[in-house]
Protein backbone atom coordinates (compact mmCIF):
# COMPACT_ATOMS: atom_id res chain seq x y z
CA UNK A 1 0.00 0.00 0.00
CA UNK A 2 1.59 3.13 -0.96
CA UNK A 3 1.77 6.28 1.62
CA UNK A 4 -1.27 7.93 -0.46
CA UNK A 5 -3.53 4.93 -0.35
CA UNK A 6 -2.75 4.42 3.21
CA UNK A 7 -4.05 8.13 4.04
CA UNK A 8 -6.96 8.15 1.83
CA UNK A 9 -7.76 4.35 3.88
CA UNK A 10 -7.59 6.25 7.31
CA UNK A 11 -10.91 6.91 8.80
CA UNK A 12 -9.48 10.04 9.79
CA UNK A 13 -9.02 11.05 5.73
CA UNK A 14 -12.58 9.74 5.29
CA UNK A 15 -14.42 11.80 8.15
CA UNK A 16 -12.79 14.93 7.14
CA UNK A 17 -11.74 14.76 3.56
CA UNK A 18 -14.87 14.17 1.70
CA UNK A 19 -15.10 17.55 0.74
CA UNK A 20 -12.62 16.76 -1.43
CA UNK A 21 -13.39 13.42 -3.11
CA UNK A 22 -16.68 15.64 -3.70
CA UNK A 23 -15.53 16.23 -7.36
CA UNK A 24 -15.99 12.83 -8.24
CA UNK A 25 -18.57 11.39 -5.49
CA UNK A 26 -21.77 12.36 -5.72
CA UNK A 27 -22.32 12.20 -2.10
CA UNK A 28 -22.91 9.99 0.60
CA UNK A 29 -26.49 9.37 0.69
CA UNK A 30 -28.96 7.50 -2.16
CA UNK A 31 -30.76 11.12 -2.11
CA UNK A 32 -27.99 13.00 -3.08
CA UNK A 33 -26.61 10.52 -5.78
CA UNK A 34 -30.60 10.84 -7.72
CA UNK A 35 -30.00 14.88 -6.80
CA UNK A 36 -27.01 14.50 -9.34
CA UNK A 37 -28.62 12.25 -11.80
CA UNK A 38 -31.54 14.60 -11.85
CA UNK A 39 -28.71 17.73 -12.62
CA UNK A 40 -27.12 15.07 -15.36
CA UNK A 41 -31.06 14.53 -16.96
CA UNK A 42 -31.59 17.96 -17.24
CA UNK A 43 -28.55 18.33 -19.63
CA UNK A 44 -29.54 15.35 -21.71
CA UNK A 45 -27.57 13.12 -20.05
CA UNK A 46 -27.97 9.30 -18.64
CA UNK A 47 -26.13 8.05 -15.41
CA UNK A 48 -24.96 4.53 -14.26
CA UNK A 49 -25.59 4.38 -10.42
CA UNK A 50 -22.72 3.30 -8.42
CA UNK A 51 -23.26 2.18 -4.31
CA UNK A 52 -19.51 2.45 -3.18
CA UNK A 53 -17.82 -0.47 -1.63
CA UNK A 54 -15.39 -3.00 -2.89
CA UNK A 55 -13.35 -5.97 -1.51
CA UNK A 56 -15.94 -7.24 1.07
CA UNK A 57 -15.41 -9.95 3.29
CA UNK A 58 -17.54 -10.03 5.80
CA UNK A 59 -21.17 -11.95 4.57
CA UNK A 60 -23.13 -9.44 6.60
CA UNK A 61 -21.55 -6.25 4.75
CA UNK A 62 -21.84 -7.63 1.20
CA UNK A 63 -25.42 -8.49 1.93
CA UNK A 64 -25.71 -4.70 3.32
CA UNK A 65 -24.50 -3.80 -0.11
CA UNK A 66 -26.26 -5.89 -2.00
CA UNK A 67 -29.70 -4.51 -0.23
CA UNK A 68 -28.30 -1.07 -0.59
CA UNK A 69 -28.31 -1.52 -4.45
CA UNK A 70 -31.70 -2.81 -4.42
CA UNK A 71 -32.71 0.53 -2.47
CA UNK A 72 -31.68 2.27 -5.64
CA UNK A 73 -33.24 0.53 -8.40
CA UNK A 74 -36.15 1.23 -5.77
CA UNK A 75 -34.95 5.10 -5.56
CA UNK A 76 -34.57 5.41 -9.40
CA UNK A 77 -37.63 3.81 -10.25
CA UNK A 78 -39.59 6.11 -7.65
CA UNK A 79 -37.62 9.42 -8.70
CA UNK A 80 -38.49 8.57 -12.37
CA UNK A 81 -34.73 9.50 -13.38
CA UNK A 82 -33.05 8.21 -16.35
CA UNK A 83 -30.74 5.86 -14.55
CA UNK A 84 -29.65 2.40 -14.26
CA UNK A 85 -27.01 0.74 -12.00
CA UNK A 86 -23.27 -0.77 -11.64
CA UNK A 87 -22.25 -3.31 -8.96
CA UNK A 88 -18.51 -5.00 -8.18
CA UNK A 89 -19.02 -8.14 -7.59
CA UNK A 90 -16.36 -8.46 -4.49
CA UNK A 91 -18.71 -5.94 -2.95
CA UNK A 92 -21.66 -8.19 -3.26
CA UNK A 93 -19.06 -10.90 -1.77
CA UNK A 94 -17.23 -12.38 -4.40
CA UNK A 95 -14.12 -12.80 -2.40
CA UNK A 96 -16.23 -15.33 0.17
CA UNK A 97 -18.22 -17.18 -2.25
CA UNK A 98 -18.61 -16.59 -5.77
CA UNK A 99 -22.25 -18.74 -5.14
CA UNK A 100 -23.05 -15.57 -3.00
CA UNK A 101 -22.19 -12.78 -5.71
CA UNK A 102 -23.81 -15.03 -7.86
CA UNK A 103 -27.48 -15.36 -6.00
CA UNK A 104 -27.02 -11.14 -4.80
CA UNK A 105 -26.07 -10.16 -8.37
CA UNK A 106 -29.18 -12.39 -9.91
CA UNK A 107 -31.64 -10.70 -7.20
CA UNK A 108 -30.84 -7.32 -8.51
CA UNK A 109 -30.88 -8.14 -11.74
CA UNK A 110 -34.36 -9.57 -11.24
CA UNK A 111 -35.26 -6.68 -9.07
CA UNK A 112 -34.04 -3.90 -11.50
CA UNK A 113 -36.04 -6.07 -14.89
CA UNK A 114 -39.27 -3.96 -13.40
CA UNK A 115 -37.07 -0.47 -13.84
CA UNK A 116 -37.72 1.69 -17.30
CA UNK A 117 -33.97 0.86 -17.84
CA UNK A 118 -33.70 -2.00 -16.29
CA UNK A 119 -29.86 -2.59 -16.85
CA UNK A 120 -27.27 -3.78 -14.54
CA UNK A 121 -23.12 -3.18 -15.25
CA UNK A 122 -20.75 -5.63 -13.64
CA UNK A 123 -17.59 -3.49 -13.43
CA UNK A 124 -14.23 -5.41 -13.68
CA UNK A 125 -12.10 -5.23 -10.87
CA UNK A 126 -8.41 -6.70 -10.76
CA UNK A 127 -7.11 -9.19 -12.69
CA UNK A 128 -6.96 -11.83 -9.96
CA UNK A 129 -11.13 -11.99 -9.81
CA UNK A 130 -11.32 -11.09 -13.73
CA UNK A 131 -12.37 -14.92 -14.76
CA UNK A 132 -14.78 -15.22 -11.39
CA UNK A 133 -16.06 -12.28 -12.58
CA UNK A 134 -16.98 -13.08 -16.08
CA UNK A 135 -18.22 -16.20 -14.75
CA UNK A 136 -20.91 -14.94 -12.34
CA UNK A 137 -21.92 -12.23 -15.21
CA UNK A 138 -22.25 -15.25 -17.51
CA UNK A 139 -24.08 -17.58 -15.57
CA UNK A 140 -27.38 -14.67 -14.12
CA UNK A 141 -27.05 -13.71 -17.63
CA UNK A 142 -28.33 -17.25 -18.75
CA UNK A 143 -31.36 -16.45 -17.20
CA UNK A 144 -31.93 -12.25 -17.23
CA UNK A 145 -30.35 -10.76 -20.62
CA UNK A 146 -30.22 -7.00 -18.45
CA UNK A 147 -26.77 -7.46 -17.37
CA UNK A 148 -23.58 -6.40 -18.99
CA UNK A 149 -19.84 -6.87 -18.30
CA UNK A 150 -17.04 -4.44 -18.69
CA UNK A 151 -13.40 -5.28 -20.12
CA UNK A 152 -10.04 -3.86 -20.03
CA UNK A 153 -8.08 -3.20 -22.76
CA UNK A 154 -4.81 -3.05 -21.28
CA UNK A 155 -5.17 -6.85 -20.37
CA UNK A 156 -3.73 -9.15 -22.88
CA UNK A 157 -6.48 -11.64 -22.69
CA UNK A 158 -9.35 -9.45 -23.40
CA UNK A 159 -9.93 -9.87 -27.35
CA UNK A 160 -10.56 -13.66 -26.08
CA UNK A 161 -13.05 -12.41 -23.60
CA UNK A 162 -14.45 -10.10 -26.26
CA UNK A 163 -14.97 -12.52 -28.95
CA UNK A 164 -16.52 -14.51 -26.22
CA UNK A 165 -19.27 -11.65 -24.92
CA UNK A 166 -20.02 -10.99 -28.80
CA UNK A 167 -20.75 -14.57 -29.10
CA UNK A 168 -23.14 -14.69 -26.06
CA UNK A 169 -24.70 -11.26 -27.24
CA UNK A 170 -23.94 -9.70 -23.93
CA UNK A 171 -23.61 -5.95 -23.61
CA UNK A 172 -19.98 -4.75 -22.90
CA UNK A 173 -18.58 -1.45 -21.49
CA UNK A 174 -14.83 -1.04 -22.99
CA UNK A 175 -12.26 1.04 -20.42
CA UNK A 176 -8.77 1.06 -20.43
CA UNK A 177 -8.41 -0.59 -17.19
CA UNK A 178 -7.87 1.18 -13.76
CA UNK A 179 -5.74 -1.23 -11.51
CA UNK A 180 -2.03 -1.89 -11.40
CA UNK A 181 -1.04 -4.60 -13.13
CA UNK A 182 2.17 -6.32 -14.27
CA UNK A 183 3.44 -6.75 -17.50
CA UNK A 184 2.70 -10.30 -17.98
CA UNK A 185 -0.84 -9.40 -17.30
CA UNK A 186 -1.33 -5.95 -18.91
CA UNK A 187 0.23 -4.10 -21.82
CA UNK A 188 1.86 -1.00 -19.39
CA UNK A 189 2.87 1.15 -22.46
CA UNK A 190 -0.37 4.15 -23.03
CA UNK A 191 -0.18 4.31 -26.72
CA UNK A 192 -0.23 0.39 -27.20
CA UNK A 193 -3.14 0.61 -24.65
CA UNK A 194 -4.90 3.03 -27.13
CA UNK A 195 -4.30 0.61 -30.25
CA UNK A 196 -5.95 -1.94 -28.83
CA UNK A 197 -8.60 0.10 -26.84
CA UNK A 198 -9.26 1.24 -30.88
CA UNK A 199 -9.09 -2.40 -32.30
CA UNK A 200 -10.96 -3.68 -29.70
CA UNK A 201 -13.72 -0.49 -30.01
CA UNK A 202 -14.18 -1.21 -34.26
CA UNK A 203 -15.11 -5.09 -32.95
CA UNK A 204 -17.47 -3.62 -30.61
CA UNK A 205 -19.43 -1.59 -32.96
CA UNK A 206 -19.37 -4.03 -35.76
CA UNK A 207 -20.13 -6.87 -34.24
CA UNK A 208 -21.46 -6.08 -30.51
CA UNK A 209 -24.68 -5.07 -29.24
CA UNK A 210 -25.20 -1.53 -27.77
CA UNK A 211 -20.91 -0.91 -26.76
CA UNK A 212 -20.41 2.03 -23.99
CA UNK A 213 -17.25 2.89 -25.25
CA UNK A 214 -16.24 4.55 -21.72
CA UNK A 215 -12.88 6.83 -21.31
CA UNK A 216 -12.50 10.37 -21.41
CA UNK A 217 -9.61 10.30 -24.14
CA UNK A 218 -10.36 12.78 -26.62
CA UNK A 219 -8.13 10.95 -29.38
CA UNK A 220 -10.12 7.73 -28.56
CA UNK A 221 -13.78 9.54 -28.50
CA UNK A 222 -12.65 10.80 -31.38
CA UNK A 223 -11.99 7.65 -33.21
CA UNK A 224 -14.37 6.18 -32.41
CA UNK A 225 -17.18 8.47 -33.49
CA UNK A 226 -15.15 8.67 -37.02
CA UNK A 227 -15.25 4.62 -36.96
CA UNK A 228 -18.90 4.11 -35.89
CA UNK A 229 -19.59 6.85 -38.90
CA UNK A 230 -17.40 4.78 -41.82
CA UNK A 231 -19.35 1.82 -40.25
CA UNK A 232 -22.71 3.32 -40.71
CA UNK A 233 -23.45 2.75 -37.12
CA UNK A 234 -26.02 5.04 -35.75
CA UNK A 235 -25.61 7.34 -33.44
CA UNK A 236 -28.21 5.16 -30.95
CA UNK A 237 -26.43 1.98 -31.76
CA UNK A 238 -23.51 2.90 -28.55
CA UNK A 239 -23.18 5.23 -26.40
CA UNK A 240 -20.24 7.00 -24.71
CA UNK A 241 -19.97 6.92 -21.10
CA UNK A 242 -17.56 9.21 -18.81
CA UNK A 243 -17.26 9.36 -14.45
CA UNK A 244 -18.99 12.11 -12.64
CA UNK A 245 -17.09 15.08 -12.59
CA UNK A 246 -14.41 14.49 -15.12
CA UNK A 247 -14.55 16.23 -18.55
CA UNK A 248 -18.29 17.39 -18.27
CA UNK A 249 -17.86 20.10 -20.93
CA UNK A 250 -17.54 17.00 -23.42
CA UNK A 251 -20.40 14.84 -21.44
CA UNK A 252 -22.17 17.84 -23.01
CA UNK A 253 -20.90 18.32 -26.02
CA UNK A 254 -20.67 14.89 -27.05
CA UNK A 255 -24.89 15.23 -25.71
CA UNK A 256 -25.46 18.32 -28.15
CA UNK A 257 -23.96 16.37 -31.38
CA UNK A 258 -26.49 13.75 -30.72
CA UNK A 259 -24.87 11.03 -29.13
CA UNK A 260 -25.94 8.74 -26.54
CA UNK A 261 -23.76 9.95 -23.17
CA UNK A 262 -24.12 8.09 -19.84
CA UNK A 263 -22.19 9.40 -16.82
CA UNK A 264 -21.10 6.93 -14.40
CA UNK A 265 -22.26 8.04 -10.84
CA UNK A 266 -20.49 6.68 -7.55
CA UNK A 267 -21.89 7.57 -3.81
CA UNK A 268 -21.79 6.37 -0.49
CA UNK A 269 -19.56 6.34 2.44
CA UNK A 270 -16.89 3.75 1.36
CA UNK A 271 -15.18 6.07 -1.69
CA UNK A 272 -11.35 5.70 -0.83
CA UNK A 273 -10.78 2.87 -3.24
CA UNK A 274 -12.25 4.57 -5.90
CA UNK A 275 -10.90 8.06 -4.90
CA UNK A 276 -7.66 6.70 -5.05
CA UNK A 277 -7.67 5.56 -8.11
CA UNK A 278 -9.09 8.75 -9.83
CA UNK A 279 -6.02 10.60 -8.04
CA UNK A 280 -3.75 7.84 -9.57
CA UNK A 281 -4.47 8.78 -12.83
CA UNK A 282 -4.11 12.30 -12.61
CA UNK A 283 -0.87 12.58 -10.36
CA UNK A 284 -1.17 16.60 -10.54
CA UNK A 285 -3.91 15.61 -7.98
CA UNK A 286 -2.01 14.10 -5.46
CA UNK A 287 0.00 17.15 -3.89
CA UNK A 288 -2.41 18.98 -3.16
CA UNK A 289 -4.49 16.25 -1.82
CA UNK A 290 -1.88 15.45 0.61
CA UNK A 291 -0.96 18.91 1.44
CA UNK A 292 -4.85 19.71 2.27
CA UNK A 293 -4.69 16.45 4.28
CA UNK A 294 -2.14 17.83 7.09
CA UNK A 295 -2.37 21.45 6.69
CA UNK A 296 -6.21 21.22 7.83
C1 LIG B 1 -17.89 5.17 -17.23
C2 LIG B 1 -16.60 4.52 -16.82
C3 LIG B 1 -16.64 3.30 -16.18
C4 LIG B 1 -15.45 2.66 -15.82
N1 LIG B 1 -15.49 1.40 -15.27
C5 LIG B 1 -14.34 0.75 -15.03
C6 LIG B 1 -14.33 -0.61 -14.60
O1 LIG B 1 -15.39 -1.24 -14.40
N2 LIG B 1 -13.13 -1.21 -14.38
C7 LIG B 1 -11.94 -0.56 -14.60
O2 LIG B 1 -10.88 -1.15 -14.44
N3 LIG B 1 -11.93 0.73 -14.99
C8 LIG B 1 -13.08 1.39 -15.22
N4 LIG B 1 -13.03 2.70 -15.63
C9 LIG B 1 -11.75 3.47 -15.56
C10 LIG B 1 -10.90 3.27 -16.78
O3 LIG B 1 -10.38 1.97 -16.82
C11 LIG B 1 -9.73 4.27 -16.76
O4 LIG B 1 -8.95 4.04 -15.62
C12 LIG B 1 -10.17 5.73 -16.73
O5 LIG B 1 -11.27 5.95 -17.55
C13 LIG B 1 -9.01 6.63 -17.25
O6 LIG B 1 -8.70 6.31 -18.56
P1 LIG B 1 -9.20 7.20 -19.81
O7 LIG B 1 -9.57 6.25 -20.88
O8 LIG B 1 -10.26 8.13 -19.38
O9 LIG B 1 -7.91 7.93 -20.31
P2 LIG B 1 -6.81 8.83 -19.60
O10 LIG B 1 -5.68 8.90 -20.56
O11 LIG B 1 -6.51 8.39 -18.21
O12 LIG B 1 -7.51 10.21 -19.50
C14 LIG B 1 -7.72 11.06 -20.61
C15 LIG B 1 -7.91 12.47 -20.08
O13 LIG B 1 -9.10 12.53 -19.28
C16 LIG B 1 -8.91 13.36 -18.16
N5 LIG B 1 -8.92 12.54 -16.94
C17 LIG B 1 -8.84 11.20 -16.87
N6 LIG B 1 -8.90 10.79 -15.59
C18 LIG B 1 -8.97 11.90 -14.83
C19 LIG B 1 -9.04 12.13 -13.43
N7 LIG B 1 -9.04 11.13 -12.55
N8 LIG B 1 -9.10 13.42 -13.00
C20 LIG B 1 -9.12 14.43 -13.88
N9 LIG B 1 -9.05 14.27 -15.22
C21 LIG B 1 -8.98 13.02 -15.70
C22 LIG B 1 -7.55 14.00 -18.32
O14 LIG B 1 -7.67 15.20 -19.02
C23 LIG B 1 -6.81 12.98 -19.16
O15 LIG B 1 -5.74 13.53 -19.86
C24 LIG B 1 -14.21 3.32 -16.05
C25 LIG B 1 -14.17 4.54 -16.71
C26 LIG B 1 -15.34 5.13 -17.12
C27 LIG B 1 -15.26 6.44 -17.87
Known amino acids: MTLLERAISSPRFQERCFFLAKRFVAGESIESAIDAVRRLNADGL ?8 EDVADDAEARASAQQTLRVIEAVNHANVDANVSVKLTALGLSISEALARDQLAEIVQHASRNHDPFVRVDMEGSGVVDATLRVAESVYAGHENVGVVLQAYLHRT ?34 IRRNYVQLAQQLLRDGIYPAIATHDLALIDAVA ?19 GI ?9 ANGYRVRVYVPFGSHWSGYFYRRL ?8 FVLQSLFSR
Request: glycine share 4%; net charge neutral.
Open 159 to 192: ERDLDAAIARKQRVRLVKGAYKEPPDVAIQDMAE
Open 280 to 287: AERKENVF
Open 46 to 53: TATLDFLG
Open 247 to 255: RPETQRRLA
Open 226 to 244: RMAHELGVEKDRFEFQLLY
